[in-house]
């Protein structure tokens, strides 16, 4: 039994309808999850999980930026150190031609143009190579137009057709016509079979005729996919005229056998005959 005077105990009170925000303090329902006023989770390990989790954002937004960044840098400076370059290890046209790339990535030759007689006359030559970045490309160029006609029973012309240079030029440069009495053939000096040919001639009191050329090639960076500027220049490039010879007729050019001194056929190299028993 209470006692007399005193008051009853009060079992079915109600718990208090607001509390303080554990973050900012303001006055907030004691069932409320999140403060109103500051957005603050009303469980500290809740807080710091959204804590933590805008920081690995951000972090994982700055890491991103920094390998954009590194590798930007990277790739600028790799091309302002970018280095294209092929070198002419030896050039024959109508022959063989040796390209060796000494750069930083394949190359693809294009063609070569060439002048000669005073930058009065011109050609392309189609290439279509392609060097590997630190390789070796060796590859036949033939001749782009018809051969003339016999022109494997000729000569190289020699010193002593000097005087008939200004009619070589205009006769090997009948491109398309077969019965042209010359052919023109490119060589960058030194080259092994001209100086050959050269000496054979010399054996005979006289060399053999050339004059200065000059020309490019037209390369393109595989890297880039630009033509190299300025373009490969061919060191020391002459030109050689191939002749059918006095049989060939031209009013161009006249040879007789006094200056046409024989070398063994067009690659300018003699054979030894066997001893008649």
């Known amino acids: ?6 008051p009853e105990p009060d079992s ?3 718990p208090p309808a607001e509390r303080h925000c554990i973050a900012c303090g303001a006055p907030i329902s004691a069932r409320a999850v999140l403060c109103p006023t500051c957005r603050s989770y009303q469980r500290s390990w809740k807080n710091n999980l959204a804590y933590f989790g805008s920081t690995a954002g951000f972090l994982a937004i700055v890491f991103s930026a920094l390998t954009f960044m590194l590798t930007r840098a990277n790739e600028t400076y790799h091309a302002w150190q970018w280095h294209d370059e092929i070198s002419v290890v030896y050039f024959e046209y109508p022959g063989v031609a040796g390209f060796i790339n000494r750069g930083d990535g394949d190359l693809y030759l294009v063609s070569a143009d060439i002048d000669w007689d005073g ?16 390789q070796f490309v060796s590859q036949t160029l033939a001749p782009y137009f018809p051969r003339p006609a016999a022109i494997d029973q000729g000569d190289w012309a020699s010193t002593l057709l000097a005087g008939a240079l ?3 030029f ?3 440069s009948k491109d398309k016509d077969t019965a042209r009495c010359a052919e023109f053939h490119f060589f960058a000096a030194p080259n092994t079979v001209f100086s050959r040919i050269d000496r054979i001639l010399q054996g005979a009191g006289t060399g053999l005729l050339t004059a200065p050329a000059s020309g490019h090639l037209n390369v393109i960076s595989v890297h880039t996919g630009r033509l190299l500027d300025p373009p490969p220049a061919f060191q020391d490039l002459r030109i050689a005229f191939l002749v059918v010879g006095p049989a060939c007729k031209s009013a161009n050019l006249t040879v007789t056998d006094k200056t046409f001194p024989r070398t063994g056929g067009g690659m300018g190299i003699t054979e030894s005959k066997p001893a008649k028993p």
Not at 1 to 6: C, F, H, I, N
Not at 120 to 131: C, D, E, F, N, S
């Open 12 to 14: 079915t009170a109600q």
């Open 119 to 134: 930058n009065r006359r011109h050609i392309t030559v189609p290439l279509g190579i392609t060097v590997p970045k630190g």
């Open 166 to 168: 200004p009619g070589l």
């Open 1 to 6: 039994m209470a006692q007399a005077g005193g």
């Open 170 to 172: 205009v006769e090997s």
